[in-house]
């Protein structure tokens, strides 16, 4: 069984499109995190959301709002899109807020905007 | 600021040879994560270090974590065609509630 799953696992879109990513983790997991993988293949945190609540946002443009309806579920809307949102997306989950333990992810979400 | 450097950046390898990837902060870490990428799929955790001078090994892979706690090393022992993909190294910067900030990447390709 798929621990974190995104759908879809890829999406291409136009500019100024509105999308969603969605995420489930089935790992009972307080914890959930969404990353950016840039085209240099750097990996950056976007948010963190604990229990339903947001508790990381790293100065991430409001274009994008993350919306957890239960902990197992942390899904990614993302307004006018930009060419410079063309990226991998991936979702993670973590047992608590502590990153004391591992953060496990998904396959990721290819995002290309035409 | 990059706060994680890796090197390589990337690596080719016989199959066979050994190799061995580093992770450096400049700052003191409270845990070091390794992970492994391969193309098209999401990031599978490999090992977790968080006491200064720790070494766990998994198979062929042993990783180590100096006893500042600012550098670790990944060290592949008679490298497979399996382990080829990219290795990131991610960093606990506060043992708090932050995520995991992560290096850059060392991409892997063994050839037969």
């Known amino acids: 069984d798929t621990a974190v799953s995104q759908t879809p696992k890829y999406l291409v879109t136009q500019m100024g499109n509105d999308k969603s990513i969605k995420c489930e983790q089935n790992?009972?997991?307080?914890?959930m995190y969404w990353y950016k993988q840039d085209s240099k293949k750097f990996l950056k945190i976007m948010f963190s959301?604990?229990?339903?609540?947001?508790?990381i946002n790293e100065t991430v443009p409001n274009r994008f709002s993350p919306k957890s309806p239960d902990k197992a579920h942390l899904n990614l809307h993302i307004n006018s899109l930009e060419l410079g949102d063309s990226a991998v997306y991936f979702c993670?989950?973590?047992?608590?807020?502590?990153?004391?333990?591992?953060?496990?992810f998904g396959d990721g979400t290819r995002l290309s905007i035409l | 600021s990059q706060e994680l450097e890796q090197s390589p950046q990337s690596l080719i390898v016989q199959e066979g040879k050994n190799l061995t990837i580093n992770c450096t902060s400049s700052?003191?870490?409270?845990?070091l994560y390794w992970y492994k990428q391969k193309y098209g799929e999401g990031l599978i955790f490999l090992m977790m270090?968080?006491?200064?001078?720790e070494e766990k090994s998994h198979e062929k892979i042993t990783a180590k974590l100096d006893e500042k706690k600012q550098q670790s090393s990944l060290h592949i022992t008679a490298s497979q065609p399996s382990h080829a993909g990219t290795y990131l190294c991610?960093?606990?910067?506060?043992?708090?509630?932050?995520?995991?900030?992560f290096g850059k990447g060392t991409r892997l390709s063994v050839i037969a």
């Open positions: 959301y604990n229990n339903k609540e947001l508790i």
């Open positions: 270090l968080q006491k200064g001078g």
């Open positions: 790992l009972g997991h307080d914890t």
């Open positions: 700052k003191t870490l409270y845990g």
């Open positions: 993670a989950s973590s047992q608590d807020r502590g990153s004391k333990q591992p953060q496990h």
């Open positions: 991610g960093a606990d910067r506060s043992g708090g509630n932050t995520p995991l900030v």
